[in-house]
């Protein structure tokens, strides 16, 4: 049986000093669509594209990682604070995507923000975090 060792630590060699030039950035989100002011029709897929952190599983325990969570026509909740799970309008991204698509909007304005939050759903400091405002058709 062949082994996939070699090739996975060749991998993690060459990845992780990409890593690391990354976390001497400050992180940032942008929510890249809905674009800002937008009227769209749902669903309304949402992307994120985050840099100077990197997206992984809730699971990851690791300094200079995170993920996403979209607060959809919520506020934010207090930062210092762990994010809440089971609460409407507030969305854990915890497998490490970065899309996710809204399915039940209601016609009109609703405004969603963005989040990176550590492995214990804190958002990391100083905050990473986006807004976007768009009309539903
Ligand atoms: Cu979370």
Same mark, same amino acid.
């Given at each position: 049986m062949?082994? /996939?060792?070699p090739?996975?630590?060749?991998?993690?060699?060459?990845?992780?000093?990409?890593?690391?030039?990354?976390?001497?950035?400050?992180?940032?989100?942008?929510?890249?669509?809905?674009?800002?002011?937008a009227?769209?029709?749902?669903?309304?897929?949402?992307?994120?594209q985050?840099?100077?952190?990197?997206?992984?599983?809730?699971?990851v325990?690791?300094p200079g990682?995170?993920?996403?969570?979209?607060?959809?026509?919520h506020?934010l909740?207090?930062?210092d604070?762990?994010?809440?799970?089971?609460?409407?309008?507030?969305i854990? /991204?915890g497998?490490?995507?970065?899309e996710?698509? $809204?399915?039940?909007?209601?016609?009109?304005?609703?405004?969603?923000?963005a989040?990176?939050?550590?492995?214990?759903?804190?958002?990391l400091k100083? $905050?990473?975090v986006?807004?976007?405002?768009?009309?539903?058709?």
């Open positions: 062949r082994t /996939l060792i090739g996975l630590a060749l991998g993690v060699a060459v990845l992780l000093p990409a890593v690391a030039a990354a976390q001497a950035g400050h992180a940032k989100v942008k929510i890249a669509a809905p674009v800002k002011g009227t769209v029709s749902g669903p309304v897929k949402v992307v994120l985050a840099t100077g952190v990197e997206i992984v599983p809730a699971t325990e690791r990682t995170g993920h996403h969570h979209l607060f959809v026509d506020d909740t207090p930062v604070d762990t994010i809440p799970r089971g609460v409407t309008g507030i854990h /991204l497998r490490g995507q970065t996710f698509v $809204l399915d039940s909007l209601k016609p009109g304005p609703h405004r969603v923000i989040v990176v939050a550590d492995w214990k759903h804190v958002p100083p $905050l990473v986006d807004t976007v405002r768009f009309t539903v058709k």
